[in-house]
């Protein structure tokens, strides 16, 4: 158990929906990275906060936001769903906003129908 | 574009046989990690290199970086059924913006038989 939790564990929606999926970093971790995986995009970076910042953006598309609130948690926005973005989503967390282990959590995995 | 490659990226091998899993990336770095993911679970941190011919080991898995042959490697020895797993290399690199960032390799399926 890493210490970095995720809710929901399982959602599935339809296409055209929005979706909300949250992110508690380890105690201590100011950052939080959002990746999603999937089989024919394998691991891909999102997104990046450090304190509340946003610090980094990966392959994120513009359907897709995030935050990071004052208590350091985080939540991935999707909306206008597509099936393409059926995929586990991982938060992972680390202490400072780089060059630290980053540890993940037990993802979300969305499907959308 | 940062590409990272792992190979194979699928490997059958038998309980007691030694192999060696490669990953090549195309930019500079001078860390790059190393992660364990089961079917269905998350990542689990392995080895994290910081440095021109790091070594690290831990139990049957040793992990080496050569920074310039931008190239790191994880060495099994006398494979055990546990690390059957599909194994993953990440490059600490500069992104967009001069951000650090991790870059995932394509992962390594490891199956290890009776």
């Known amino acids: 158990d890493s210490g970095v939790t995720q809710t929901p564990k399982h959602l599935i929606t339809a296409t055209g929906q929005r979706v909300t999926l949250r992110c508690s970093p380890r105690?201590?971790?100011?950052?939080v990275y959002w990746y999603q995986q999937s089989l024919d995009q394998g691991l891909q970076f999102l997104i990046q906060y450090y304190n509340g910042e946003e610090r980094a953006k990966g392959n994120i598309l513009e359907r897709f936001s995030a935050q990071q609130f004052p208590d350091l948690h985080s939540e991935l926005n999707l909306s206008s769903l597509e099936l393409g973005d059926s995929a586990l989503y991982f938060c992972a967390s680390s202490f400072s906003g780089s060059r630290r282990t980053q540890y993940f959590g037990p993802g979300t995995r969305l499907t959308v129908l | 574009e940062l590409k990272v490659e792992q190979n194979p990226l699928f490997l059958s091998m038998q309980e007691g046989k030694n192999y060696t899993i490669y990953c090549n990336y195309s930019t500079t770095s001078d860390r790059l990690y190393w992660y364990r993911q089961d079917p269905g679970k998350s990542l689990e941190s392995l080895f994290v290199l910081l440095s021109n011919g790091a070594v690290k080991q831990e139990g049957r898995l040793m992990a080496s970086l050569d920074t310039k042959a931008r190239l790191s490697t994880l060495h099994i020895t006398a494979a055990v059924h546990d690390l059957s797993a599909t194994y993953f290399c990440?490059?600490?690199?500069?992104?967009?913006?001069?951000?650090?960032?991790?870059?995932f390799g394509s992962g390594t399926q490891l199956t290890v038989l009776p």
């Open positions: 990440a490059v600490d690199h500069e992104g967009d913006g001069s951000a650090r960032q991790l870059t």
């Open positions: 105690s201590g971790d100011l950052s």
